[in-house]
C-alpha cells in the first residue's frame, strides 16, 4: 500500500487531499495558504514528513481546447520543485473539468476538494493502474 498526496496549486492557496494505492479513495486533506513560498514548501515538507508519500499528484490546468496557459506552466514547475526539494515522484493530471463539480458559498475555499477530486482522477484512470499497485 502506497500513499499519495494530490495537490491543486494556486498562486494564493494550494489544495491538498491524501489518499492509498489499496483503498483508491482521495479525501480532501488541507489548504496551504502561507504568505511566501518558503512557507508554503515549509508546510508541504511536514505533510510529506508526515505522510511520507510514494508520489504527488499535482493538477495540470490548461483551456478546454487543451492549450496550456500561464498557470500550466506554474504547475509544471511547482511538480519539479516538488520531485527536487523533497525526492518525490510527481505526476501532472489533467484537472481542466475538476473545479466544474464542485459549488461554493461566498467566501468558502475549496482547494483541497479540488485536491481531492484531483487525486481521485488519477486512481480513476486505467492507464495508472500499474503505479497503484507497485
Known sequence: METLLGFDFGLKRIG???GNSLLRQAQPLTIIAAATNDAKFDAI???IAQWQPARCIVGLPSHPD??????TVRCRRFAHQLHGRFGVAAVLVDE???SAVLTRARGEYIDDQSASIILQQYFDD????EHAQS
Not at 126 to 129: F, W
Request: proline share 11%; net charge neutral; glycine share 6%.
Open 16 to 18: 491538498v487531499a491524501v
Open 126 to 129: 486505467p492507464s495508472q493502474s
Open 96 to 98: 481542466r473539468y475538476s
Open 66 to 71: 487543451g492549450a496550456p496557459h500561464e498557470m
Open 45 to 47: 515538507a511536514s505533510l
